[in-house]
């Protein structure tokens, strides 16, 4: 158990909905990052926030969106759902640099949503 | 910017052979190195790191990576292989002096013939 939880572990919706992933990190872990995982592109990395403000973008796509609030917990939205978002999509969190002991960039994975559009 | 390849998206081997998964980076500054190992339906967990100090590191399950400043390279290797480490493998680079940004590559299939 990595400590970072997700929420829902399935989900199956239609074309053109709007679904909300949710994560909360690992105890103490300020920074969240969310990825995409799809067979054809692999692990792709979407957004990262750190105590509440988005730190850093990838690909994430404008139909996305995501924002993580006071209590650290993070929602990634995604609307306008195509056929092509189905993926699972993983929650990560980490520890500041150096804290505890701990190198940044040392992610904790929760279990990922998996996400199937129809 | 930092960046990580890893040759060959499937491995496989025998059972008792050696594994070999190769991971090169790309880094304007002193890295961060990791491996990652994702089990299937599985989220990512870390396998081993490298930070700093001594270059060949040992991580969970027998596996170990070697740090090669000369080659950018951190190969992932375990002397014997079992069934249960059918996986797939990520390798991870982070910049030391960037915020916790962390670059995965495509990821390598290992498979394991009994």
């Known amino acids: 158990d990595s400590g970072v939880t997700q929420t829902p572990k399935h989900l199956i919706t239609a074309t053109g909905q709007r679904v909300t992933l949710r994560c909360s990190p690992r105890s103490g872990d300020l920074s969240v990052y969310w990825y995409q995982q799809s067979l054809d592109q692999g692990l792709q990395f979407l957004i990262q926030y750190y105590n509440g403000e988005e730190r850093a973008k990838g690909n994430i796509l404008e139909r996305f969106s995501a924002q993580q609030f006071p209590d650290l917990h993070s929602e990634l939205n995604l609307s306008s759902l195509e056929l092509g978002d189905s993926a699972l999509y993983f929650c990560a969190s980490s520890t500041p640099t150096e804290w505890r002991g701990r190198a940044a960039g040392e992610l904790f994975f929760g279990e990922g949503s998996r996400l199937t559009v129809l | 910017a930092q960046s990580v390849t890893q040759l060959g998206s499937h491995v496989s081997v025998s059972e008792g052979a050696l594994v070999l998964l190769r991971c090169n980076y790309s880094?304007?500054?002193?890295?961060?190195l990791f491996w990652y190992v994702q089990y299937p339906n599985q989220g990512l967990q870390l396998l081993l790191k490298y930070t700093t100090g001594a270059t060949l590191v040992k991580g969970i399950n027998g596996f170990e990576a070697e740090f090669k400043k000369s080659e950018t390279s951190f190969h992932l290797t375990k002397p014997s292989a079992h069934m249960s480490d059918a996986a797939e493998y990520f390798c991870a680079v982070s910049a030391t002096t960037s915020y916790d940004k962390v670059i995965f590559g495509p990821g390598t299939s290992l498979s394991v013939i009994p």
């Open positions: 880094s304007s500054v002193p890295p961060y």
